[in-house]
């Protein structure tokens, strides 16, 4: 419907006329003022006695003021929209209560002018917005504001009370000081009840284990990943200090072995063999790629258990096939070699002393 005459109409009817047909109006090139876009539309659709102005129409049709209750003038958008919020009178904050300072944060972090500013120049825009009263003492800097408006940040781990690293206004502190408090409050979470695999079905629970075995196995054989070195059979572990870095082994034999022989490489061989119709990897003590030989260190008392002779035999055969040569250490190698000189300098000297004497 096409109105001819402003008189046909009521303000609301002009208001919503101009809303329906203000967007088509685009302006044309040789058009680059908003009020004449406006009284090309205005003149189209026989619109008379309203102002010509886009934003004295608006004011006469609606009866609403270009300024806040503060006097601060608002921008204008469209007839549909009208004009926009004032910002200044959105962080107009009196009291510093929790739910003021929650709407300032809100609107500070979402706010470029802010985010953009250095800690240097945060006074000017203090300044802008008046809150000079509000901040009262606080150190104006984005860290000292966040404190301020959300309160003193301490690392997440329960049994720790340092304060994390700052990662920004909008993001806040990071949750743990440290990636040992991380750890550590993980495996309090994880205990009991908290840990996730209490929630598997059983079927679920032994397909994770079955998925978890042989991603530990394709680790393994490729080298990727070593378990960890708890020796299998008596569940010791030594400290050595080689060529100044501390290397932990399996057991007090390998450790005298390997004093003595410190151009050895340590648990670097893989070789594969099937137990119980199971695939699994060897991983050998010690090799001399250089020399092409290997070196299995083993308490004699071991040399008889089923695993451990299918073991030997197939790096028998991977020996034989790669050119290697294969050599055992056992008590008698370490009856003989034993002095106590050679370990005197180490970190767990008692404890290699008082295990190798014994021999």
């Not at 967007?23 to 205005?42: A, E, G, T």
């Not at 679920?204 to 394709?218: D, G, Y």
């Not at 250490?329 to 003989?336: P, S, T």
Request: proline content about 2%; some cysteine.
């Amino acid at each position: 419907m096409i109105y001819k005459t402003k008189l046909h109409m009521n303000k609301k009817e002009v208001l919503n006329t101009i809303i329906k047909f203000e967007n088509k109006y685009v302006p044309h090139r040789y058009i680059k003022n908003w009020d004449l876009r406006f009284q090309k539309l205005l003149n189209d659709k026989k619109i008379e006695n309203c102002p010509n102005n886009r934003i004295e129409c608006y004011k006469f049709l609606t009866g609403k003021n270009e300024k806040c209750k503060y006097g601060h003038i608002l921008e204008f958008q469209n007839f549909k929209n009208g004009f926009k919020s004032c910002e200044k009178c959105k962080i107009k904050l009196i009291n510093k209560t929790k739910q003021d300072k929650k709407k300032l944060y809100n609107f500070l972090k979402k706010d470029q002018n802010f985010i953009t500013k250095s800690d240097k120049t945060l006074y000017l825009y203090i300044e802008k917005y008046n809150l000079n009263n509000f901040f009262g003492n606080v150190e104006l800097t984005k860290k000292g504001i966040y404190d301020f408006l959300n309160g003193k940040t301490i690392c997440k781990f329960s049994k720790c009370q340092n304060e994390p690293k700052f990662y920004g206004f909008s993001f806040g502190y990071i949750k743990f000081c440290s990636n040992e408090c991380r750890q550590k409050q993980s495996s309090i979470d994880r205990t009991g009840d908290g840990n996730t695999i209490h929630r598997m079905t059983d079927e679920k629970r032994k397909k994770w284990k079955e998925n978890l075995s042989k991603a530990a196995k394709r680790n393994i054989a490729s080298g990727k990943w070593t378990p960890n070195v708890t020796n299998s059979w008596c569940h010791s572990k030594i400290n050595l200090k080689i060529k100044n870095k501390i290397i932990p082994v399996r057991s007090s034999f390998e450790a005298l072995f390997f004093i003595k022989n410190q151009n050895l490489e340590y648990e670097k061989l893989r070789v594969p063999y099937f137990f119980n119709n199971k695939a699994h990897s060897y991983i050998v003590d010690f090799i001399d790629y250089k020399n092409k030989k290997v070196y299995e260190v083993k308490p004699i008392s071991n040399k008889k258990i089923l695993r451990n002779i299918i073991k030997k035999e197939s790096l028998i055969k991977w020996c034989k096939n790669n050119d290697f040569k294969y050599f055992e250490i056992d008590e008698n190698w370490i009856h003989d070699n034993y002095d106590e000189d050679l370990i005197k300098d180490q970190p767990m000297f008692e404890d290699l002393k008082r295990k190798l004497s014994k021999i």
